[in-house]
C-alpha cells in the first residue's frame, strides 16, 4: 500500500515540494492547519507529517513547536527545503504584460526588490499556492503569482521568472513526525531532539548544558519557548548530534535530567544535509 | 520640539499602537520596511525606531535581529505590547450583517475558532491596518478587518468585536532604538543586550555563559540566529539582567570575551514589565 504524508496548505505548497522531495514515492495529503496534521498522524489516517519549524513563513516555528510539546508523536526525520519564489502568470502571458502581483504577504515582502523594480501593484492573497490557483481561476494575463515551481506545474500556469526573491538563501527546515519512533543506523551520522524544562535553581540552563559540554557532544539547536499560558517560564528544545544509547550521550542525559523539571526525548533521527552548503 | 518615533506599517498597525502606549506624546512617523526605520533613526530624521522582535506576525523577529546585527544602533528600551484583534465594520454596520472578513494572513489564522464559529469567508491583505482602511474605501456593511482599535478611530469604523482572538496571550516584545546609548538609572532594573559570536571551540556557548552562571546573573533571553549569507555559522543575541558597570557584570563581560570571536554591547537599558503578568 502507498505510504501517506501529510502537510499544511493546499497543493503546491511548499511543504508539499518538500513532501515531494523527502518522500517522492508517497501520497501528499494537505491538511487545513498543522492542528490537522498532528491529528491525522495520531488517528493513523497518514504514515507522516511534513512540519515545518525553522526560517519560514509567518510564525510557524512557534505554532509547530508548541504543537510537538502538547502532543506525543515522535520525530523521525529532518529535511531542509530551499524556498525558492517563482514568478507564475497564466500559460501565453509575457512578462512586459504583468501589472499585479498576488501572494502571501510574507512572499511579497521576500521579493520586495524585484517586485519594486518591476514597478507592480501587490496584492495579499491566503497562501502562496491559493494566489497561484486563483490566477488559473480568473485567467487575466496582467496578473502573476509568487509561488513555488510546482504551482506551475499542477495549476497550468507558465513560468515568467525562477528565483525573483531578494535573498537566494532562504531555507526551511521540516521535521518529519510519526507515531513510532525511528531507529536510525547506527553507521550514520544522527541527531537528537530533546524539550526540557529547567528547574527554578540559579543558571539552570548553563547547569543543563554541562553534560553536553564535558561529553564532547555537539549541540545543533537551542531555542527557548514561552509556555502556552504561564508567563516567564521557558520550554527548551534541544537538538544535539548523536544517539541517546552512545555512552557519552547517556552520561549527558543522565545529568540533564538532575537540573530539569521535565526532560522529553522528541525523536532521534539520521542528520540530513543542508541543501543550502 | 516635538520628539518623533518611527514604526513599520501603516497608521493604525499594532507597532502604532505601541509607539502609543510607549512613547505617548512623541510624532509617530509611518515607515515601509524595517530596514526604512533604522535609516531614518541613523540619518536623524527620527529619533527613535520601534521594533517588534519577539512573539509577533510573519517573520519580523529574525528581520529585526538581523538589521540589529548589521547596523550601529543602540537598544534603549523595550516595551510589551498585547495584540488584541477588534472585528471592524463601517459606521453603523451590524454583527449579523457580515459576509467577509479581511485581514493579514496571521491575524485571520490568530482568529480561526472565532471566523468559524461565524462562518465568514476570509480575505487576505497586505496587513491589518491596510484591511481597516480599505473597508472604510469601499464601505461595505456585509465586510469586515481585524485590526487593532486604534484603526477604528483612525478610519472612522465601528468596533463590533474585541479580543476576537483564539489565544488571550497573545504578545510582542518591542525594542527602541536610538543613535545614542542610554543611560538606565542605577537605582531601576536594568536589561542589557548583547550580540556574539562563538569561537569555533568545543563547547563553545557552553564556556559563554559561564560567567554568567558563577557571577549570579540572570539570563533573560538567549537566541540563535544564523548569520545571513555564512551556513552553518550563528550569532547569539542574549538578554541579561544588570548593567555592563555592576562588578559581576563586568566579570561575566570578560569571560564570555575569552570564547567569542565578536563581542557588542547592543544596549543597556531600563526593563520593562510584561503586561500579560
Given at each position: 500500500m502507498?505510504?501517506?504524508?501529510?502537510?499544511?496548505?493546499?497543493?503546491?505548497?511548499?511543504?508539499?515540494?518538500?513532501?515531494?522531495?523527502?518522500?517522492?514515492?508517497?501520497?501528499?495529503?494537505?491538511?487545513?492547519?498543522?492542528?490537522?496534521?498532528?491529528?491525522?498522524?495520531?488517528?493513523?489516517?497518514?504514515?507522516?507529517?511534513?512540519?515545518?519549524?525553522?526560517?519560514?513563513?509567518?510564525?510557524?516555528v512557534s505554532d509547530s513547536y508548541?504543537?510537538?510539546?502538547?502532543?506525543?508523536?515522535?520525530?523521525?526525520?529532518?529535511?531542509?527545503?530551499?524556498?525558492?519564489?517563482?514568478?507564475?502568470?497564466?500559460?501565453?502571458?509575457?512578462?512586459?504584460?504583468?501589472?499585479?502581483?498576488?501572494?502571501?504577504?510574507?512572499?511579497l515582502a521576500q521579493c520586495h526588490a524585484f517586485i519594486r523594480q518591476q514597478g507592480w501593484e501587490r496584492q495579499a492573497a491566503y497562501d502562496t499556492a491559493g494566489a497561484a490557483a486563483d490566477l488559473l481561476q480568473r485567467g487575466n494575463p496582467t496578473e502573476a503569482a509568487l509561488a513555488s515551481a510546482l504551482c506551475a506545474e499542477l495549476y497550468q500556469l507558465d513560468i515568467l521568472g525562477q528565483d525573483v526573491q531578494d535573498s537566494p538563501?532562504?531555507?526551511?527546515?521540516?521535521?518529519?513526525?510519526?507515531?513510532?519512533?525511528?531507529?536510525?543506523?547506527?553507521?550514520l551520522p544522527c541527531k537528537t531532539s530533546l524539550l526540557f524544562e529547567v528547574r527554578n535553581i540559579p543558571?539552570?540552563?548553563?547547569?543543563?548544558?554541562?553534560?553536553?559540554?564535558?561529553?564532547?557532544?555537539?549541540?545543533t539547536r537551542l531555542e527557548s519557548r514561552p509556555i502556552p499560558g504561564r508567563h516567564w517560564s521557558y520550554h527548551f528544545y534541544?537538538?544535539?548530534?548523536?544517539?541517546?544509547?552512545?555512552?557519552?550521550?547517556q552520561l549527558a542525559m543522565e545529568e540533564i535530567s538532575f537540573f530539569t523539571d521535565s526532560l522529553k526525548i522528541l525523536g532521534c533521527y539520521q542528520e540530513a544535509s543542508n541543501q543550502m552548503e
Open positions: 502507498q505510504k501517506t504524508i501529510a502537510f499544511q496548505g493546499i497543493r503546491g505548497a511548499y511543504s508539499e515540494q518538500a513532501c515531494r522531495e523527502k518522500m517522492p514515492d508517497c501520497l501528499h495529503v494537505p491538511c487545513k492547519t498543522f492542528e490537522d496534521i498532528f491529528q491525522q498522524v495520531e488517528d493513523g489516517l497518514v504514515d507522516w507529517g511534513m512540519l515545518p519549524v525553522e526560517n519560514s513563513v509567518a510564525g510557524v508548541d504543537l510537538l510539546a502538547r502532543h506525543n508523536l515522535f520525530i523521525v526525520g529532518e529535511h531542509y527545503q530551499r524556498v525558492r519564489h517563482c514568478l507564475l502568470g497564466i500559460r501565453g502571458a509575457r512578462l512586459e504584460q504583468i501589472r499585479t502581483v498576488y501572494s502571501h504577504p510574507q512572499a538563501l532562504n531555507t526551511t527546515r521540516f521535521l518529519l513526525i510519526a507515531r513510532d519512533k525511528a531507529q536510525p543506523s547506527p553507521d543558571a539552570a540552563l548553563y547547569k543543563c548544558l554541562g553534560g553536553f559540554a564535558t561529553n564532547g557532544i555537539n549541540l534541544l537538538d544535539f548530534q548523536g544517539h541517546p544509547d552512545d555512552t557519552d550521550c
